[in-house]
């Protein structure tokens, strides 16, 4: 199996601009997940979904913030617009229904200048 | 709430020496716990996990035994390697919880010098 799959691996862009992050789980699990991780705040869960319906995005920071995942194969994080306070490293991860162990992608650094 | 508390890094040890990572939790009812590992520019992986009181998780020489008495899971490992080298992270899901839902310490940086 190929693993959790994000892209692009590194993200630079200027503050203003639309940025879309990437993920595709893995094949069969129910669930997935985006975290952000910076030196301040950590891994902060941001929104997760269960058979590709949203059930918990109170962790997303505010309205510029959005995540969609249209099937089982895809998912995507969009900021619009993007400000310097986003740059971060984004995972995404996802886990099967039976199984509490999460696996998570490879991460998406995004730096916003 | 759900939170988890582990002690700040950055660790730094010699190859061959002894690691302790204190780890402590706060849940509602009896959470599972884990040990995530997070290798320099890589996602985080499982490296072990106890789901009741007095489990003992293990992987690689690593091991951590879940303590209710004390809401503890100290990762430890007898004889670190350069390999270790790593950004540890306690977490926990808690009983209730959906699957997958982990609560993360801040993560510990360990360095292991040659």
């Known amino acids: 199996d190929a693993g959790v799959i994000q892209s692009p691996r590194h993200e630079v862009t200027e503050m203003g601009q639309e940025v879309t992050l990437r993920c595709k789980p893995i094949s069969g699990h129910d669930y997935l997940f985006w975290y952000r991780q910076t030196m301040m705040r950590g891994l902060e869960l941001l929104i997760y979904f269960n058979n590709n319906v949203p059930i918990d995005d109170s962790g997303m920071p505010e309205d510029r913030f959005s995540a969609k995942m249209p099937n089982a194969s895809f998912s995507t994080l969009k900021i619009q617009p993007s400000e310097p306070r986003d740059s971060a490293v984004y995972f995404c991860a996802s886990s099967r229904q039976e199984n509490e162990k999460l696996f998570f992608g490879s991460g998406t650094q995004l730096s916003v200048l | 709430g759900n939170s988890v508390t582990q002690m700040e890094g950055p660790v730094t040890l010699s190859e061959e020496a002894f690691l302790t990572i204190n780890c402590t939790y706060t849940a509602t009812g009896y959470p599972s716990l884990f040990w995530y590992v997070q290798y320099p520019g890589e996602g985080l992986q499982l490296l072990l996990k106890a789901t009741k009181a007095d489990d003992k998780g293990s992987n690689k020489g690593f091991e951590a035994t879940y303590r209710k008495e004390t809401t503890s899971f100290h990762l430890e490992k007898g004889s670190v390697q350069v390999s270790d080298s790593a950004v540890y992270f306690c977490?926990?899901?808690?009983?209730?919880?959906?699957?997958?839902?982990?609560?993360f310490g801040r993560g510990t940086q360990l360095t292991v010098w040659p």
């Open positions: 977490a926990l899901t808690g009983r209730g919880s959906t699957l997958g839902r982990l609560y």
